[in-house]
């Protein structure tokens, strides 16, 4: 298994394989299990590697750890997945 920071990289930098429509699962510590957002609703800050940020319902920013990514998938299909 690639660590996530690779995974992310190549859906980020090789066109052909992040055409795919991507959505991460990662573990939600308030909700206790895995919470799946389409990739595209994340952002990344450009010198941070050890979190992704995404908004909810309510308009709050959150970065979340990438070590509680979980699991990726592509087009529907788990390509990733880490033990929870």
Do not use: C, S
């Not at 939600?28 to 957002?37: C, E, L, N, P, S």
């Amino acid at each position: 298994m690639i660590p996530i920071h690779e995974l992310l990289n190549r859906i980020r930098w090789d066109p052909a394989f992040g055409r795919g429509r991507f959505v991460i699962g990662y573990f939600d510590r308030v909700a206790g299990g895995i919470v799946r957002v389409p990739l595209a609703e994340l952002f990344f800050e450009t010198d941070d590697r050890f979190d992704f940020h995404l908004v909810d319902d309510q308009g709050a920013t959150h970065a979340i750890p990438l070590h509680r990514i979980k699991e990726v998938y592509r087009d529907g299909e788990l390509i990733w997945h880490r033990e929870h």
